[in-house]
C-alpha cells in the first residue's frame, strides 16, 4: 500500500526558508495531486496546497505568496518551500495524496508528519 | 476567504449517538470530507464525498449533507472514538482550495 514520509530540516531560523520532501513508497506518484496540510500545536489543520504530478498546483490564498510546491516523478517525491517564516509557522507538517479533485475520494493517504520549529 | 464552522466540543456517553455539524456556504455544490485525529497522530479520512465510508471504517460512521450543512454521525459511539474530527472541503473559486473546519473534540464518557 501506498506510503508518505515527510523530511527535512526540524529547526529553521526565522526569516528563512522552510524546506520538507514528501517521499512516495509503495505506488507511483504519477497521476494524483498530493497536499500539504499543518498542524501547530494544540490547534487545527490547515491545508497549505496542493501539486498535480504535472506541477499545477493550487495554494491557500492565505500563504500563497510564500509557498512553492514542486515535483520529481523520477524519485516519487514531492516538495515543499515556505519563505519568510516566523514563529506562526511552527507547526507539524503533513503530506498527504490528494484524491478530492478526481474522483473525490478525499485526501485518503496521510504520512506521520514532521515538527517543524521556527527559531534562532 | 471560504470558511467551515464547527462546533468546538461534543459530548456523549458510550453506545448513545453523536453527531458533529459542519456549516458552509459551498456545501450545496461541494462535498464534505470528513477526518478524525486521534492524539498524536496523524488524521484519518473517515467520511468521503459526503456520505461514503472508505474501506476499514466501521459502519457505525455515517455522513450527510443537506444545504449549507454536513453532518458525521457516529451511531453507538464507543470510547475509542473519542478524537477531534475536522470537515473539510474545497471553495466555490474554481481553484477548488482546500479549507478544513475549526475541528470538534468528541468526548466519549
Redesign the interface.
Known amino acids: 500500500q501506498v506510503q508518505l514520509q515527510e523530511s527535512g530540516p526540524g529547526l529553521v531560523k526565522p526569516s528563512e526558508t522552510l524546506s520538507l520532501t514528501c517521499t512516495v513508497s509503495g505506488g507511483s506518484i504519477s497521476s494524483y495531486y498530493w497536499?500539504w496540510?499543518r498542524q501547530p500545536a494544540g490547534k487545527?489543520?490547515?491545508?497549505i496546497g496542493?501539486i498535480y504530478t504535472s506541477g499545477s498546483t493550487?495554494?491557500?490564498?492565505?500563504l500563497k505568496s510564500r509557498v512553492t510546491m514542486s515535483v520529481d516523478t523520477s524519485k516519487n517525491q514531492f516538495s515543499l518551500k515556505l519563505s519568510s517564516v516566523t514563529a506562526a509557522d511552527t507547526a507539524v507538517y503533513?503530506c498527504a495524496r490528494d484524491r478530492?479533485?478526481f474522483g473525490?475520494?478525499?485526501?485518503?493517504v496521510?504520512?506521520?508528519?514532521t515538527t517543524v520549529t521556527v527559531s534562532s | 476567504s471560504y470558511e467551515l464552522t464547527q462546533p468546538p466540543s461534543v459530548s456523549v456517553s458510550p453506545g448513545q449517538t453523536a453527531r458533529i455539524t459542519c456549516s458552509g456556504d459551498a456545501l450545496p455544490k461541494k462535498y464534505a470530507y470528513w477526518y478524525q485525529q486521534k492524539s498524536g497522530q496523524a488524521p484519518v479520512l473517515v467520511i468521503y464525498e459526503d456520505s461514503k465510508r472508505p474501506s476499514g471504517i466501521p459502519e457505525r460512521f455515517s455522513g450527510s449533507s443537506s444545504g449549507t450543512m454536513a453532518t458525521l454521525t457516529i451511531s453507538g459511539a464507543q470510547v475509542e472514538d473519542e478524537a477531534d474530527y475536522y470537515c473539510y472541503s474545497t471553495d466555490s473559486s474554481g481553484n477548488h482550495r482546500g479549507v478544513f473546519g475549526g475541528g470538534t473534540k468528541l468526548t466519549v464518557l
Open positions: 497536499s496540510i487545527g489543520l490547515e491545508w496542493r493550487n495554494y491557500n490564498p492565505s503533513y478530492t479533485i473525490n475520494y478525499g485526501m485518503d496521510w504520512g506521520q508528519g
